[in-house]
């Protein structure tokens, strides 16, 4: 694994922009509910913010959407803040200038802990703040490669350049590391080449410079890199016990097989790494906002499922499972008590996130 404080000075590429998105593009998909008449509301801040990667990216793409749906069924006004990645914004939510953030479940949990690259920005005490509002898409990545250069699995990967994002995007520094291991090779088998973000690799990618980039199934960059390269195609995992096991060393993602189709990239059936992407808060966040968001993708779930291929597998029971690895919100188990979503099961499993067990 390479080493963390020699790389977490790539965050420094990225910049900090910060963009209030448009919030016509959505209009018709977020449309407030028939009859329903949007009025301040004590507990209900007017506006909120949450950090997002560029856009382009997957993450950039539902967070538009969510802030488009909330927007259009609360009286607050969500923007969106574009940042490096999680490891950027949650020392910003710990001093109140963000109110949320998209961010792959594995990497909540190593932030709340302070594992890994989060270990020695926070002292090893973790954002023990951190407070979940809901669960959404099944990320669903790979490296992705042109057309052109003939690599079709992780196995063939020796010797290739590969674009390594910063470790402020701490999943996917982990993930691409996993996907080398996958295939049987250490950081002296592969030529890293380092990036500030996945738009950064996206950009070596359809320049050449590098043969892989690391990214979501159905994000933008993909496209691109298939329009410069004569197709773009995912690289397949070695879905082994022996490689998995491997991979697993780096990053917790479960190897799932995608039909040839799915999505640009996906030019056989391919195994790809999956995980949770969680929407969180901080503790001190309004109840009464947590409730209201929780409770605007659940009356607006048919739609915000269309935004992207990752939320299509979305549904209400999985808005709060057990795969959370931070505690819930009060204000969002407020909302799913009402829903009889909240089981035993998930309130035995609150238990043990508050006590910080694993």
Not at 7 to 25: D, E, K, Q
Not at 255 to 279: H, M
Request: aromatic share 8%; with cysteine; glycine share 8%.
């Amino acid at each position: 694994m390479l080493n963390f404080r020699k790389n977490w000075v790539f965050c420094l590429f990225a910049g900090l922009t910060i963009v209030a998105i448009s919030l016509v593009c959505m209009s018709e998909l977020f449309a407030a509910t028939p009859g329903a008449v949007v009025k301040p509301k004590p507990g209900l801040p007017p506006i909120i913010s949450m950090g997002s990667l560029a856009p382009g990216t997957a993450t950039h793409a539902w967070a538009s959407a969510l802030a488009d749906l909330v927007t259009k069924n609360t009286p607050m006004k969500l923007l969106i803040e574009s940042h490096p990645g999680p490891g950027a914004v949650f020392p910003m939510m710990e001093k109140g200038n963000i109110d949320l953030e998209g961010c792959p479940s594995p990497e909540v949990y190593w932030a709340l802990h302070g594992d890994h690259g989060y270990k020695e920005p926070t002292g090893g005490k973790g954002y023990k703040g951190l407070r979940l509002l809901f669960m959404d898409a099944v990320y669903t990545v790979g490296l992705v490669t042109g057309a052109d250069t003939g690599i079709k699995t992780t196995r063939e990967l020796k010797g290739k350049r590969i674009a390594l994002v910063s470790p402020v995007l701490l999943s996917a520094y982990l993930s691409i590391q996993a996907s080398v291991a996958n295939g049987g090779w250490t950081e002296k088998d592969v030529v890293y080449v380092p990036v500030g973000s996945p738009t950064e690799g996206k950009k070596l990618n359809v320049e050449r410079k590098v043969d892989a980039s690391s990214h979501p199934m159905g994000a933008g960059d993909v496209e691109e890199i298939a329009a410069a390269r004569g197709g773009a195609r995912f690289i397949s995992l070695d879905p082994s016990a022996e490689a998995t096991k491997r991979a697993k060393q780096f990053h917790p993602a479960i190897p799932q097989l995608i039909k040839k189709g799915t999505a640009t990239g996906i030019l056989e059936d391919t195994w790809l790494n999956t995980f949770r992407n969680a929407v969180v808060s901080w503790e001190t966040f309004p109840d009464e906002a947590a409730y209201a968001i929780v409770e605007a993708v659940w009356n607006n779930m048919e739609n915000y499922k269309k935004v992207h291929v990752l939320l299509r597998r979305l549904t209400e029971k999985r808005l709060a499972t057990t795969e959370a690895t931070v505690p819930f919100h009060p204000g969002a188990v407020k909302f799913y008590k009402e829903k009889g979503l909240w089981t035993d099961e998930l309130e035995n499993h609150q238990k043990v996130l508050l006590e910080g067990k694993p």
